[in-house]
Structure formats: C-alpha cells, structure tokens
C-alpha cells in the first residue's frame, strides 16, 4: 500500500511562513490535496490537485509537488491557522490513502 | 448550500453491529460519488468504503472489508454504513465526505458522529 509521511508538528511564528511535507513514493506523480482540520470540527479542503485553492480559502495557502515530496506553504501565519493538516493522494490499490497530519503551533 | 449530516454513532460491545446514516441537502445526491472517512481518537484520517453516484461500484479498505457494507438511497439523499462484527480498533468518528467528480478529492465533510466499541 503506498504511504504518505509527514512530521508530526511544525512551529512558526506568527506572520511567518510555515511549509509542511508531505513524502511519497515518486508522489510528484500524484496529485496531491490538502485538508485542514481545527480541534472537534471536520476537515476543510485548502488546497486540491497540488496547487489549486478552493474558493474561500485565502491566496497565503498554496502548494507544490515535485519528485518525493509535496509541500503546503501558509504565508503570513496566523493564530487562526492553528490546526492539523493531512495530505491526501488516491491510490489505484489503496484507493484514497491520508498522511499521517501534522500539528501546526503559532507560537 | 452542502450539508451532510451523520447519525447513528454510539456505544456498542464488541461483536456488535451499527449502521451509521448520512443526510446529504443542499445538491444533486445521485450525481456524486460518497465516502466513509474514520478518524480514531487523537489519530489520523483513515479512508474506510466509498460508492458511486448509482451504486453500482463499492470499495472498502482491508480493514474493513468483509464487516462493513455501504450503501446510499438517492430518492431519500441518504448514504449508510452498515457495521459489523466491531471491534475495538473500530472506535472512531465517522465521517461521511463528498467526492467531486472526475477527480480524487473531497470538497465538503459532514461533522461526524462517534463509535465507540467497548464492553
């Protein structure tokens, strides 16, 4: 099955920028989609086919793919952004496989 | 607007069955694929059986196929999970997610509701 690996927790100050990994097998052959998740509420959507933005999610989160890694980036952090972040690829055997999630701190 | 909306969560021992329900409002039922996403307490999310608009074609992950089984009534908006044989790993929210057509993501969530197996 393949695996997604992202760091378990990333720290930024606030209005600095905080790039979080998300590791794969060749993964810049996927497309890859981000979701964000605050503590007790269902995931959101913030970034989808690798670098696309659904409407309402402001331009500081945006995103790349290349190689084995793929990397969400939120600029201009704020206390707000606070939360996990999970990627997402679909798999032909493993169907849609999650990345682990990694905790965003603004500090 | 989309609203999805699970029920159905609860307490059950282990060996036991739960069917979770989704109410989808708010867009065309039929015309979009569903899935059952899982999330176990303070983990990550876990894709756990998806349907096509029609039903005709399912899918489970490993570790659920076998137990669990998904099915959707589009003249009610409506999209279960049939739960069987829990177990203890099973404890988690469940959430049901909208895929959107042609492509492999999901753009709206419903709130989730919560299963726990324990005895």
């Known amino acids: 099955s393949y695996v997604l690996t992202q760091p378990p927790s990333v720290s930024v100050a606030p209005g600095q920028t905080a790039r979080i990994t998300c590791g794969g097998d060749?993964?810049?052959?996927?497309?890859v989609h981000w979701y964000q998740q605050k503590p007790g509420q269902a995931p959101v959507l913030v970034v989808y086919?690798?670098?696309d933005r659904p409407s309402g999610i402001p331009e500081r989160f945006s995103g790349s793919n290349s190689g084995n890694t793929a990397t969400l980036t939120i600029s201009r952090v704020e206390a707000g952004d606070e939360a996990d972040y999970f990627c997402?690829?679909?798999?032909?055997?493993?169907?849609?496989?999650f990345g682990g999630g990694t905790k965003l701190t603004v500090l | 607007e989309v609203h999805l909306v699970e029920s159905g969560g609860g307490l059950v021992q282990p060996g036991g069955s739960l069917r979770l329900s989704c109410a989808a409002s708010?867009?065309?039922?039929?015309?979009?694929?569903m899935n059952w996403v899982r999330q176990a307490p303070g983990k990550g999310l876990e894709w756990v059986s998806y349907?096509?608009?029609?039903?005709?074609?399912?899918h489970y992950a490993d570790s659920v196929k076998g137990r669990f089984a998904i099915s959707r009534d589009n003249a009610k908006n409506s999209l279960f999970l049939q739960m069987n044989s829990l177990r203890a790993e099973d404890t988690a929210v469940y959430f049901c997610?909208?895929?959107?057509?042609?492509?492999?993501?999901?753009?709206?969530w419903g709130q989730g509701t919560l299963v726990t197996v324990s005895s």
């Open positions: 997610a909208r895929d959107v057509p042609l492509s492999s993501y999901f753009d709206f």
């Open positions: 708010g867009f065309t039922f039929s015309n979009y694929e």
């Open positions: 349907i096509s608009g029609d039903g005709t074609n399912i």
């Open positions: 060749n993964i810049g052959g996927n497309s």
């Open positions: 086919d690798d670098s």
């Open positions: 997402q690829v679909w798999d032909t055997t493993s169907h849609h496989v």
